[in-house]
């Protein structure tokens, strides 16, 4: 993906509350992943090498939990191991914590890389999103996700992932420019 059109780190001005409230985050940042039937925290030293093809080619990544992980246990009890791993923080954490000025960041995305069985063969599937800003590839699932609203109509609080169509969801965020 072309790089001319992001944003230029080095040109954007932070607040000092902005800088400290980045730091703070850092600080608290859950590496919890579910491995071999347990939650167990990785730590800043559990970086794990994926093969995200493409340009990407092979990366480090960091565990991130989010909490929408959680219930997969429960409704899919076969699972093994899950995890969401983030990479590529170097360069505005050099810039917030040590000060530098940042180059340009990479096109934002996200891949899902999954092993399992399938009729008695192992099986993976991959699902690469892409979108070169990142604002974009935040707000479109959301959008997404409300244009399945009349279908979903559940009382009370539901996490995105979770209630979902997951083929029309992915369709729709294509058809609004997200790069699969």
Do not use: C
Not at 63 to 84: C, H, T, V, Y
Request: no cysteine; glycine share 8%.
């Amino acid at each position: 993906m072309p790089h001319d059109s992001l944003t230029v780190w080095k040109t954007l001005e932070f607040s000092s509350v902005t800088l400290e409230e980045f730091t703070r985050e850092l600080m608290d940042f859950d590496t919890t992943i579910y491995h071999n039937g347990q939650w167990v925290q990785q730590g800043w030293t559990g970086f794990r090498a994926f093969d995200f093809g493409g340009e990407f080619g092979q990366q480090k990544a960091m565990a991130m939990m989010l909490e929408e992980l959680r219930p997969l246990p429960q409704l899919i009890p076969d699972l093994k191991e899950i995890g969401f791993y983030v990479g590529s923080f170097n360069p505005m954490v050099d810039m917030v914590l040590k000060g530098r000025q940042a180059v340009q960041p990479p096109a934002v995305w996200h891949y899902l890389a999954v092993h399992g069985v399938k009729e008695d063969q192992p099986h993976t599937l991959r699902l690469r999103i892409a979108h070169d800003d990142g604002y974009v590839l935040t707000a479109v699932p959301v959008v997404a996700a409300l244009m399945q609203y009349e279908e979903i109509r559940k009382p009370g609080l539901w996490m995105q992932g979770l209630i979902v169509e997951p083929v029309r969801f992915f369709d729709d965020m294509k058809r609004m420019g997200i790069h699969a």
